[in-house]
């Protein structure tokens, strides 16, 4: 059986709450190589920490002896790390493997998968960000079914200790006198005051555990998006706001950011409301908490920001935002803040579309596509089709991965060559139509190879926490190696960004498959209606795609 059949007639995942990497999208999918063999992974991450991740693990080839999963933590290193547990296989599936993994600690993770077979042995490793985002209310029947329990415990306390001290005192046939009758009071007074005191002191070390699990449960960053006015056209200044994230540590500056793809951060515009305009720009660094970027033409109204960033140790987050960007022109303000001016990034692309609930473009431009729904071909600006290879007849159903893989035929109607971008052979963006999800992935799955980068090199190094630089020097050096990357040629910079993606598929060959289709691996977190954008790049230009879908519970 091969391995899209697997996806297609198994799967179903459950669905996880918003972590902070993924807007509304739970859990890590990863598609990829462990050695020889070709995985598919999918962790749901608890969502209070301590707490255990779910796992499932699909093997497309070989015979598998035993699957074992490990927690890898960050600060800890391997060697710091638990030992690892078996994942058992599935009843409904024999491909499929299922563990729990204890989570015991928040921040970047990772989770060691280790396959044993008749290949050998293949190791691969998917990032996990571990945080509590959640606090868990009692429900309340269970509540004052407890609160009962208590007081009828305690009264029992009371009278037992009562009467140990008075009636239990007595001789056989000795008389219960007003002597006795007075230390069973006292004693069952002073027992009471010492079991108040007790649940008293109890109550406020609880309360002080639940207050700390408050403060540092995960808040994301805060920013400030608005739009100013350049020489060169309409910018928006994207400021983050860190002041109350000061229980992260030094370790949370925005100086301490990596580029992920190249790029030091993907933000993402979508119009609220009719969601018929989408732009994918790359904000430069004027200073440690202040971005940038020349925005394209863009019409009026409310947008969704998200910004995708990784810290140095590999934890990845979306920063969001709103910005309304108006129809005339503001009043002239500087808008380069920073010691660099801006430039066109040549990865910056934005696309109009049709509203939701309409098949007609509403607005002008010369960058118009109109959204497809699955399995129909849509046409694309350079004259090219897009094609979701998704029956229509089936339902797409939450909580349920699926290989949703795209194709791109030429004008002719032949298979397209595609062309990387920005290292990957596609980008993709699911949105639900309210705005409640988000999430920005690749062919490898949802996870920021950034991460992936992170936490490979700390297994590999010596096992003491690395020494956090000087946060300028830091973010110097990291500008530094992005203008480095900037300024190379198109196709170098392609060739060294594709260098870091070790886990793109490939195929027999060895060569990086997908040429003319790319497979997204998704679990839809849950039921609505959704629009998706695709970004593949063919003959130098970036096309986009739009499709439209309802999911179903």
């Given at each position: 059986m091969n391995l899209q059949k697997v996806w297609i007639t198994l799967l179903g995942l459950l669905v996880a709450v918003n972590l902070q990497a993924h807007v509304g999208s739970p859990g890590v999918v990863f598609e990829g190589k462990a050695g020889p063999y070709s995985l598919l992974v999918s962790v749901n991450p608890p969502e209070v920490i301590?707490?255990?991740?779910?796992?499932?693990?699909?093997?497309?080839?070989?015979g598998?002896?035993?699957?074992?999963?490990?927690?890898?933590?960050w600060y800890a290193g391997d060697e710091g790390s638990p030992s690892p547990d078996e994942a058992l296989p599935s009843e409904e599936n024999p491909n499929q493997y299922e563990g729990l993994i204890w989570l015991m600690s928040s921040g970047t993770a990772s989770l060691e998968i280790t396959v044993e077979g008749s290949l050998g042995k293949g190791v691969a490793l998917v990032p996990v960000m571990a945080a509590s985002t959640a606090q868990k209310d009692m429900e309340p029947q269970l509540g004052w079914i407890l609160a009962g329990l208590g007081i009828f415990l305690?009264?029992?306390?009371?009278?037992?200790?009562?009467a140990s001290v008075s009636d239990g005192t007595l001789d056989p046939n000795q008389e219960f006198t007003r002597r006795y009758r007075r230390k069973r009071w006292v004693g069952a007074g002073i027992s009471a005051f010492v079991l108040g005191l007790i649940l008293y002191e109890g109550n406020e070390w609880w309360q002080s555990w639940a207050d700390d699990y408050q403060r540092y449960m995960y808040k994301p960053y805060q920013a400030t998006s608005t739009i100013l006015e350049d020489e060169g056209g309409r910018v928006l200044n994207f400021a983050i706001d860190t002041t109350y994230l000061s229980y992260r540590g030094r370790s949370s500056r925005t100086s301490y950011l990596i580029p992920d793809h190249g790029k030091l951060m993907h933000m993402f515009l979508i119009r609220e409301g009719s969601l018929d305009a989408f732009a994918h720009l790359h904000p430069q660094r004027v200073d440690t908490i202040t971005y940038q970027v020349k925005l394209p033409p863009l019409p009026e109204g409310k947008y969704f920001v998200y910004a995708d960033i990784v810290r140095w140790n590999g934890f990845a987050e979306t920063i969001a935002d709103t910005v309304e960007i108006p129809a005339e022109e503001l009043p002239?303000?500087?808008?380069?803040?920073?010691?660099?001016?801006?430039?066109?990034?040549?990865?910056?692309?934005?696309?109009?579309s049709n509203p939701v609930g309409s098949q007609q473009a509403q607005l002008a431009g010369n960058n118009?596509?109109?959204?497809?729904?699955?399995?129909?071909?849509?046409?694309?600006?350079?004259?090219?089709?897009?094609?979701?290879?998704?029956?229509?007849?089936?339902?797409?159903?939450?909580?349920?991965l699926y290989p949703m893989?795209?194709?791109?035929?030429d004008p002719e109607g032949n298979p397209a060559e595609l062309e990387p971008y920005m290292g990957m052979m596609g980008h993709m963006v699911v949105f639900?139509?309210?705005?409640?999800?988000?999430?920005?992935?690749?062919?490898?799955?949802?996870?920021?190879?950034?991460?992936?980068s992170v936490l490979e090199s700390r297994i590999k190094e010596d096992q003491t926490l690395p020494t956090l630089p000087e946060p300028l020097q830091f973010a110097d050096s990291i500008d530094q190696l992005i203008a480095s990357i900037q300024s190379l040629e198109e196709q170098e910079r392609e060739e060294f960004l594709m260098e870091g993606m070790v886990?793109?598929?490939?195929?027999?060959?060895?060569?990086?498959?997908?040429?003319?289709?790319?497979?997204?691996?998704?679990v839809f977190p849950e039921p609505g209606d959704y629009r998706i954008w695709i970004q593949m790049k063919r003959n130098g230009q970036v096309l986009n795609s739009a499709f439209d879908v309802k999911v179903e519970l």
């Open positions: 301590p707490g255990t991740a779910q796992v499932q693990i699909i093997v497309e080839n070989g598998i002896d035993h699957i074992w999963v490990k927690p890898i933590y305690v009264v029992l306390m009371v009278t037992i200790i009562g002239t303000r500087l808008a380069s803040v920073g010691k660099n001016s801006l430039y066109e990034d040549p990865d910056d692309t934005y696309i109009i118009i596509v109109i959204c497809g729904k699955p399995g129909t071909e849509t046409p694309l600006p350079d004259g090219s089709t897009a094609i979701w290879e998704h029956q229509s007849s089936e339902p797409l159903v939450a909580g349920k893989t795209f194709a791109i035929q639900k139509n309210d705005g409640s999800v988000y999430v920005h992935l690749h062919p490898v799955g949802n996870y920021s190879m950034a991460s992936q886990h793109e598929v490939e195929d027999e060959t060895g060569e990086h498959a997908g040429h003319s289709t790319v497979m997204f691996p998704y």
